[in-house]
C-alpha cells in the first residue's frame, strides 16, 4: 500500500510506433485531472472521493488517470464491471475498487480473488454472498438499495433485513451502503431530495448503525453540484465522482457551479487538400455542394473514431486558430472541412499535416460536440475509440496550491 505509484512509466511510455502514424490523437492533459481532483476534493468538504473510473475512465485511460488519482491522494475507485476492475489490478493498483454493476451469484470468485468490492443488488446476489465468503477470505460488499433510480438495487423493503444478516456473516464484509440519484443534475430536483429522505430514513431505521463499519455514499457529480453537502451529510461519506474528474459536467447547465478544466483534446491533421468548382459534390450521397470556387480539407478522422456522424452539416473545427464548418456526412474514417476561398487566408495557409482540433478546452468544446450529435457529454468521451491513440500531457496545474512542478512530458511529435 505504502509503496509510490510508479507512475511515470505507464504515463509516459512511448507512443508506439504505428501510432505515431494515426492522423488522430486525444491528448490527454493530467495537469488538468489533477487540477480537477484538487478542486472537488476541496468541494467535497471532508467527504472521500470515490472515483469513477469505468469505462475506461470514460475514454481517458483508466490505469493511467488512476495512477495520477491515487497521486492525489484518491483511495477509493470504481468500476462497472469486474473485468475493469481486475485490469487496474494487474497495473498494480492496490487501493479500494468497487464494481457498480450487479453481480451474477455464481462468479464471485473473481471479487474475492481480485480483492473488488461487490455490489449486493438483490437478495439473490446477498444470500450468494454469504455462502461464498469465507471468514479468512471475506467478500466486500457495498449494498445497493433502490431508493428511485429504477436499475439495481435492494427495495426499500428488502433492504433492512438484508443489510443485518450481511454484517452478521462471518464470510462478508459490510463495506458500505449506498443509493443513486435519477435527477441529481437538475437543480431543485423534489424527486432528489425525495430519494434522500428514503436513504436516510433507512440508515436511521438499521438496527444497529454501529454495526456498519464501511462507507454511505449517494452523491455523484450532479448532485455534489445541486444539492451539496447534503448529499454526504453521513457519517463516513463517500463521494462517487466521474464526469468532473475528466473536467465535464454533467449537462452545461451546471458549467459555471465548478471551476473545472476539460482533460481531453481531440485533434486530427489534414491529410489532402484540393480546390473544387461550384457545384462540386462532397462525400456520401452527395448531399453537399460547393456554392462556390471553395478550398476542401479532408481530416483523418471519422465515426470510426468515435467522432458522432450526427455532426455532419452541424460542427465546425479549428485550425490555426480558425473556425471551420465540417461538410457533407462524416464517413468512418474521414470527413471534410470547408476551408473557404482557395487563395486567400486562412484556407490559403492550411497545409497537409495542419492539426485541427475537434474539441478542446477552447471553441469547439466536448459540450459542442454533445450538442451537434444530440447527446450528453458523457457518450462523446466514452466513445472515443480504441484505435485512436491517447497522449498523456502532465502541463503545469495552474493555480492550485501545493502543486508539484510537473516535468513535461515530451510528447514524439508528428
Ligand atoms: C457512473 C456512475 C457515477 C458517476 O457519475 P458522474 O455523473 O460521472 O459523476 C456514480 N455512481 C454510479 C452508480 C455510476 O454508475
Known amino acids: 500500500m505504502s509503496s509510490r505509484p510508479q507512475s511515470s512509466e505507464p504515463i509516459n511510455r512511448p507512443i508506439s510506433q504505428p501510432d505515431r502514424f494515426a492522423p488522430v490523437t486525444a491528448t490527454v492533459d493530467l495537469g488538468a485531472l489533477r487540477h480537477n481532483v484538487r ?15 469505468k469505462a475506461d475512465a470514460y475514454g481517458h485511460g483508466a490505469t493511467a488517470v488512476t495512477q495520477v488519482l491515487r497521486e492525489e491522494g484518491v483511495r477509493h475507485f470504481a468500476v462497472a464491471r469486474p473485468a475493469e476492475g481486475v485490469r487496474l489490478r494487474e497495473a498494480g493498483i492496490e487501493e479500494q475498487i468497487l464494481v457498480l454493476g450487479a453481480p451474477f451469484p455464481d462468479q464471485l470468485s473473481v471479487y474475492t480473488t481480485h480483492d473488488l468490492s461487490a455490489t449486493i443488488s438483490s437478495v439473490e446476489t446477498a444470500e450468494a454472498a454469504c455462502q461464498h465468503g469465507r471468514s479468512d477470505e471475506p467478500i466486500r460488499a457495498h449494498v445497493k438499495v433502490d431508493t428511485g433510480m429504477g436499475r439495481i438495487g435492494l427495495s426499500l423493503e428488502d433492504a433492512r433485513e438484508t443489510i443485518s444478516q450481511l454484517s452478521e456473516a462471518s464470510g462478508v464484509l459490510l463495506a458500505g451502503i449506498w443509493t443513486h440519484f435519477a435527477t441529481a443534475d437538475e437543480p431543485d430536483s423534489p424527486f432528489t431530495q ?11 431505521a438499521l438496527d444497529s448503525p454501529d454495526s456498519v463499519t464501511g462507507r454511505i455514499h449517494a452523491a455523484n457529480t450532479g448532485a455534489l453540484l445541486t444539492i451539496g453537502g447534503r448529499a454526504h451529510d453521513f457519517s463516513t461519506p463517500l463521494v462517487r465522482t466521474g464526469i468532473a ?79 471551420h464548418p465540417i461538410v457533407g456526412t462524416i464517413c468512418m474514417d474521414m470527413c471534410m472541412v470547408n476551408l473557404g476561398p ?14 485541427a482540433v475537434l474539441f478542446g478546452p477552447s471553441s469547439p468544446t466536448l459540450y459542442d460536440v454533445a450538442d451537434w450529435a444530440e447527446t450528453i457529454p458523457y457518450e462523446i468521451c466514452c466513445g472515443i475509440s480504441p484505435r485512436v491513440p491517447r497522449r498523456y500531457l502532465n502541463s503545469a496545474t495552474s493555480g492550485v496550491p501545493h502543486q508539484e512542478p510537473r516535468v513535461q512530458t515530451s510528447l514524439s511529435s508528428f
Open 194 to 204: 425525495t430519494q434522500l429522505n428514503r436513504f436516510t430514513s433507512l440508515l436511521d
Open 245 to 323: 474528474l475528466y473536467g465535464l459536467t454533467t449537462t452545461p447547465e451546471l458549467r459555471d457551479r465548478i471551476d473545472l478544466q476539460p482533460v481531453m483534446t481531440l485533434k486530427a491533421r489534414v491529410t489532402h487538400l484540393k480546390t473544387v468548382e461550384p457545384g462540386t459534390p462532397i462525400s456520401y450521397g452527395a448531399r453537399w455542394r460547393a456554392s462556390q470556387t471553395t478550398r476542401i480539407a479532408t481530416l483523418g478522422v471519422g465515426y470510426g473514431d468515435g467522432y458522432p456522424r450526427l455532426c455532419s452539416g452541424r460542427a465546425s473545427v479549428r485550425i490555426n486558430g480558425h473556425q
Open 39 to 53: 478542486t472537488l476534493q476541496a468541494r467535497a468538504d471532508g467527504a472521500k472521493l470515490m472515483a469513477i473510473v
Open 342 to 355: 482557395p487563395d486567400k487566408s486562412p484556407a490559403a495557409d492550411v497545409e497537409v499535416g495542419d492539426e
